[in-house]
């Protein structure tokens, strides 16, 4: 037995001619068009892409990487980041981000929003305002997010770095103003209760790079207020270095706890030199050039298989998100499946092996028996069924589906 | 103005004579003689002392030693590790602790119980139960304790480091059994929600070493969960070094901001070598000898000053406990007031000329007006005021005080 089997169904299928007699003895292929865990990636790039603002080689070159995407990826994070996303107030940048969800939920993606309350990079305007207009100002932008791209995106990283939050002091800011005002809990409570209220069926993230016993204890306190959390974000951006198997299974260990589904939001392995362990913030660390290095390629795709299978064999994970899809995004740093100059990456070829091999059904023929009934075991998501030139198609979604079939 | 104006009362004292009539151009002498700050020590061998377990050379040692204690200090802890309070079931201390805690009284000393709910030295006999029964016996044991003591000991550290609490994995224990099982949150509640059914006016802590965000967090996720925390407890165990005045306080202005009376529960500042800083529980660190040093004792009294000043200046702080009263006990560290061969060291002496000297009305002679009216401003707390032979009590308690005296 594997260590993946609470990824998989255990499938009886009862295959009828259109006139309800059983199909007997017959070849039929079953194929896995999609996983239902979540392989995600940010990839922000996506906006201009989708938007059709780039052009010729530039283009072109967006067109393969796109397409690489696709091959590898259901799950697709878009930037929400308000100081953009609103620089002026009242004018936000709602059109071009539906643009890109369309495009994404055409190709098969799942896309989450990021982040809608954060105290870094949030509208500079708010600084202007008292606690009061700030709170509201907040509320009134989730409401308005949530609800506009309710059917395209329905899933949202609502507060972001919640435990850093109100003792954050790089720079004034009013996400850091209210919460110092409210505490942690009550503004956590306040901006997932707009959350909620604008698309009930929506699924709702904290989100946070501390893994401390500090953010379980946050998240034990919200449970606690009866804030409904529906997945637990933890970020991952290991610049200075791989976590390892044992860091990871203590965090999955702490946080699975509550029994609230486990989201990777933000995983980052580098493929160049590691950054300095001195450093505290990430964003502290600037440099020119931040080379891919043949060693690091191989040490990168190598912790990235490590880690990719620690997370898909722990059963409250259902999302891994890569933080970047290229190189040179944050931090400049070499983080991506692909490099500045398009080649693509080692770790690219070997998540595929996982994410498209080995924990997926990419053809498989079967032959009724005299019931019409074939019986097989694949991991759980969306799936083709054909027999001969006629074809239909199933989902997987539980240990165990009995799944009917006319053709 | 100094930095204590919050600590003292402008006071206007009205005197009049038996038949009514103020007592004109006349001296009276004020005096205090007890803080309304509660300044504290935990010196556990007050127990076999207080029973009259000592004899000969020992007991004459212990007599001086407590003179001393009761000379500087209003407020004493008292050992209720459940492992030495009733190391067989249903045989506990009890009596040995009430002789004590009514012989403090005696003194004129506030007695806190420490601690009601702790991982370590907690009861070896929870062991053999499961975890429901261990809660049973630990809710039980919190009535009988605080219910029994009710009128002598009125405050409590109910919990104890809750924040390592359900992680702690130095050796199985029953508490740490049913902190993992409940969570932080929920087993705080029962065992606050146990203390305040037994003894509702009673004052009830809780107690950490742990000064980060996560503590803060956990407070804020008590207090949503409404828990009543009378004071929060902050342990200071500075055997690695003084923290320094704006470590200080930026702790004090993190655990502030609940508005709850703080109290500083366990003070250690030594007079040796520092442990090492690699040392993470300070529980590892073994030493056959840790002497107190020239050096060392006078670093000690200048930080001790240092640190009772700042706290002192704070207005949320309400106590602060020293641990312990004489050198040797808790890891044979040096971090008393009295070396192990009886020698007082020079922190001693200037606590007390800060909590007897500056912070304190030794004698004050004032003239009574045409009204029999005479104002002073002092230290809140215990006096006495006498006129001749006369004499009679005040307290006080807070910014302005109107008393009026008859003699």
């Known amino acids: 037995m594997s260590n993946y089997e609470h990824r998989k169904s255990t499938v009886t299928l009862k295959i009828k001619r259109v006139d309800g007699t059983p199909l007997k003895n017959a070849e039929v292929v079953v194929r896995q068009t999609k996983h239902k865990f979540l392989f995600g990636c940010a990839e922000f790039s996506v906006v201009p892409f989708a938007n059709d603002e780039l052009q010729g080689k530039e283009k072109e070159k967006f067109e393969t990487v796109f397409e690489k995407f696709l091959e590898l990826f259901n799950f697709a994070t878009l930037p929400f980041y308000w100081a953009r996303f609103e620089p002026v107030k009242g004018k936000p940048d709602t059109i071009r981000l539906k643009k890109t969800a369309e495009w994404l939920l055409s190709k098969g993606c799942t896309v989450k929003g990021h982040p809608l309350c954060w105290h870094t990079l949030t509208a500079p305007w708010l600084l202007e305002m008292d606690n009061q207009q700030i709170l509201f100002a907040q509320l009134e932008r989730i409401r308005r997010e949530v609800s506009e791209f309710a059917g395209l995106i329905d899933m949202w990283d609502v507060i972001n770095e919640v435990v850093i939050m109100p003792i954050f002091n790089k720079y004034d800011n009013g996400i850091t103003r209210i919460c110092k005002e409210l505490g942690r809990i009550r503004l956590v409570k306040e901006v997932f209760s707009a959350a909620i209220e604008a698309n009930p069926d929506g699924i709702f993230l ?24 529906d997945a637990i974000g933890i970020q991952s951006h290991m610049h200075q270095g791989y976590w390892g198997v044992e860091k990871t299974q203590e965090i999955l260990e702490r946080f699975s706890r509550f029994n609230i589904p486990i989201h990777f939001t933000e995983t980052t392995i580098i493929s160049g030199n590691l950054m300095p362990p001195e450093i505290e913030d990430l964003n502290d660390y600037k440099v020119d050039e931040w080379p891919s290095t043949p060693e690091g390629e191989e040490r990168q795709a190598m912790e990235a298989v490590m880690h990719y299978k620690t997370l898909f064999a722990h059963p409250m994970v259902k999302a891994i998100t890569w933080w970047n899809f290229l190189d040179g995004g944050w931090l400049n740093a070499p983080a991506g499946f692909i490099t500045k100059d398009g080649r693509v990456k080692p770790v690219y070829y070997e998540l595929y092996k996982l994410i498209k091999g080995e924990w997926w059904i990419d053809k498989l023929t079967l032959v009724t028996d005299e019931n019409g009934t074939a019986n097989f075991s694949g991991y759980m998501g969306d799936y083709e069924i054909s027999c001969q030139d006629r074809k239909t198609t199933f989902k997987l979604e539980n240990k165990k589906e009995f799944i009917e079939i006319t053709f």
Do not use: H, Q
Request: hydrophobic residues 50%; without cysteine.
């Open 206 to 229: 904290i989100n946070d790079f501390n893994t401390s016993v500090a953010y379980e204890i946050l998240i034990e306190g919200l449970l606690e207020a009866g804030v409904r959390i």
